[in-house]
């Protein structure tokens, strides 16, 4: 099968296993204390621990084990996840039933089952939650990479999403991503609120996902982290059917498709989004970018990646909308990113930063923030990464901190005053940006850094190119010598 495919059987066997472990002591005790199979249900708009999840006896990995054979495990797993579905209203289509459809050979299908229960997960308990979840992520990870283009339509590359969460900070507040994919923002946020003294609820999350089998990912990966998010009831598109009209976010975090072409436009050219424009119909980027700003709260801030195209684009009335944008003072910082990063293209990108206000006073999480008025941060990370295998990169924990540092310390919300660094970082004002044609593209505005210029002499330059000559001449006699020799092999 294609990974496409199989990756949804694999995620719900595991998603099977992961909740069992971790919610199945809970479950029981319900089960003693009521008769009935529906048990009350979390509360929204706030995150609550995995094991309120009640597993049935149907779902539970200890029956499965003891009645699973090689020719009923298609059936079987289709029941299970049908009774979690009944007894959770949070998990209410979000989970795959199609194993008796999916056509997968049914003793195959019992070996994978064979393999996933024999893991020992016991060993992990003082800190399980944790640890299922980041099992789950691998998987998700281990499937997008292998997926390629289709995998970055439900996954952002870990190091990416950890460079948003760092420099967004989102301690206390709504949390909201319109495009959540699989949910791997919102896992991000919540620890790091846990690793900052922090306690699950300080933040709401909300998000929307368009494709279906998406969505269900996103609602797995949540459960199985033990978090509450208001995704809807079901998948929608967040142009035509936005779930979250009144919400104005604390904290913006996305990853939007790039370059999306077909997002019907056409149908919305009178949307009251469209503060600064309205969008190219067959470009969705700048419709991403006013959507964010039309839902984020005064002292918000907002982060997204975006293809590199659109910092400096001036098609079908880009470069207006961007123009109107930095005049109104909302563009914040631009981080340009390595290539290879992503798994949905190897074409380079770029984080965006947004906020409403830049004036002095405290930000969402209570920190006090210098005067920014008039001023963008440029970051130019692009030499950033190391490459963890032949196509893709990958930022490195203190790459990752060099940056958000510099941020925040520009902010004014980190010990420690902020500095320009040739080649890396630059405070520029806005009739700089003017003096570019309202260009956001780092390089133009960072500069280099001299300090890491190779001076070359001409000495240097000459020996050089003797050398490339003189093997030059010896390819080009070995190439005579060969013709030669083809001739008088067909000349017998």
Known sequence: MEVSQYKHLILGLLFLRLLSENAGSHSARKRTQTSSRHVSRPAQHRSVPADVFEVPDAASWGTLVANATP????????????????????????????????????????????ELAQLDIAEHKTNSLDVLGRVYEYFLGQFARAEGAKGGEYYTPKCVVQLLVEMLAPYKGSVYDPCCGSGGMFVQSERFVAEHGGRRGDINLFGQESNPATWRLAKMNLAIHGLH?????????????????????????????FNMKDWGGELLRHDPRWKYGMPPTGNANYAWIQHFVHHLATTGVAGFVLANGSLASNTSGEGDIRARLIEDDVVECIVALPGHLFYSTQIPASLWFFTKSKSAGCGVNGHSLRDRSGEVLFIDARDFGLMIDRVHRSLTSAEIERIAD???????????????????????????????????????????????QNIVSFSDLKDEMQAIETTLHSVTASAGHAITLIRDLLNG
């Open 71 to 114: 020719k009923n495990i298609p059936r079987l797993l289709d029941r299970a996840m049908q009774a979690l579905e009944e007894c959770n209203d949070t998990l209410r289509g979000a989970l795959f039933k199609e194993y008796v459809r999916s056509g997968l050979n049914a003793e195959r299908l019992f070996d994978v089952f064979r």
């Open 406 to 452: 510099v941020y925040h310390r520009w902010r004014g919300d980190r010990v420690g005053s902020y500095q320009d660094i040739p080649g890396f970082c630059r405070a520029v004002t806005l009739k700089d940006i003017r003096d570019h044609k309202f260009a956001l593209v780092p390089g133009r505005y960072v500069g280099f850094d001299r300090s890491q």
């Open 229 to 257: 998010a208001n995704v809807g009831s079901s998948s929608a598109d967040t142009f035509q059917n936005p779930l979250h009209e009144a919400l104005e976010a604390d904290y913006i975090i996305a990853n939007p498709p």
